[in-house]
């Protein structure tokens, strides 16, 4: 994932959000890690993922609910979403490995 400063960030904009449709874009302030920017698709994808786990930790109980939030109360796009999501990463990763 790239790290760009937020001051950077501001300079370029239009041309890091372009980026950040093919990987997610890590923005520093400081040196340090604050924000995240990455496409709609995939933040999609990610919720769904926190929706099928959401009983196995709290932090994925409150995506979930965004998730769902972001469904427009449609419980079977849901359903067909998360179902896509999880078909195409796989087995989940181990957290930060």
Do not use: C, W
Request: charged share 30%; no cysteine; aromatic share 4%.
């Amino acid at each position: 994932m790239r790290r760009v400063s937020s001051a950077e960030l501001v300079r370029s904009f239009s041309v890091h959000t372009d980026a950040a449709l093919a990987e997610p874009i890590v923005i520093t302030r400081n040196g340090r890690d604050r924000l995240v920017i990455l496409n709609v698709d995939l933040y999609r994808d990610i919720l769904a993922l926190a929706l099928l786990h959401k009983g196995e930790d709290a932090r994925l109980k409150r995506i979930a609910e965004e998730f769902r939030a972001l469904s427009v109360g449609d419980e079977e796009e849901a359903q067909g979403l998360m179902l896509g999501a999880l078909s195409a990463a796989g087995p989940l990763a181990e957290p930060y490995g």
